[in-house]
């Protein structure tokens, strides 16, 4: 049976080091929620990616993720795939020692319609 991560809230993936990957859908449409340009959206709250083919999602001077307020994401309704998809589409070796998700054994088809409820991805297989 697969285990899925319940997400608790708190926080701590959008306190760690690395970068939120963007795609222009993903400017444009937190753009929008914003209520602002794209072209000032990339201005206030992007960066240049590490291997500069991309941009990313800027941080504060502490290492926060820019859109985190408080214990809330200010982006949240149309925050990027990569947030989303984190811990049930990606994760790393060790990250349950940080990430407080809740592991949950559930059937297959409670499986597919929890992580596309998470993730906003539906009709694929888990792993795909
Ligand atoms: S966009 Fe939102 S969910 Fe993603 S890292 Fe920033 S604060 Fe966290
Ligand atoms: S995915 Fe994990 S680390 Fe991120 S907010 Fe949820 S419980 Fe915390």
């Given at each position: 049976?697969?285990?899925?991560?319940?997400?608790?809230?708190?926080?701590?993936?959008?306190?760690?080091?690395?970068?939120?990957?963007?795609?222009d859908?993903?400017?444009?449409?937190?753009?929008?929620?914003r209520?602002?340009?794209?072209?000032?959206?990339?201005?206030?709250?992007?960066?240049?990616?590490?291997?500069?083919?991309?941009?990313?999602?800027?941080?504060?001077?502490?290492?926060?993720?820019?859109?985190?307020?408080?214990?809330?994401?200010?982006?949240?309704?149309?925050?990027?795939?990569?947030?989303?998809?984190?811990?049930?589409?990606?994760?790393?070796?060790?990250?349950e020692?940080?990430?407080?998700?809740?592991?949950?054994?559930?059937?297959?088809?409670?499986?597919?319609?929890?992580?596309?409820?998470?993730?906003g991805?539906?009709?694929?297989?888990?792993?795909?």
């Open positions: 049976m697969p285990v899925y991560f319940e997400c608790q809230r708190c926080t701590a993936c959008c306190r760690w080091p690395g970068q939120v990957c963007l795609d859908g993903e400017i444009a449409r937190m753009a929008s929620f209520q602002i340009t794209e072209h000032d959206f990339i201005q206030r709250y992007t960066r240049l990616r590490q291997d500069r083919r991309g941009l990313a999602l800027a941080e504060k001077a502490n290492g926060e993720c820019i859109f985190l307020e408080g214990n809330d994401c200010a982006v949240q309704p149309v925050k990027p795939q990569q947030c989303r998809d984190f811990p049930n589409r990606w994760n790393f070796p060790g990250f020692q940080t990430c407080r998700a809740l592991p949950r054994l559930v059937g297959e088809e409670e499986y597919q319609r929890l992580v596309a409820q998470a993730t991805r539906h009709g694929q297989s888990k792993g795909a």
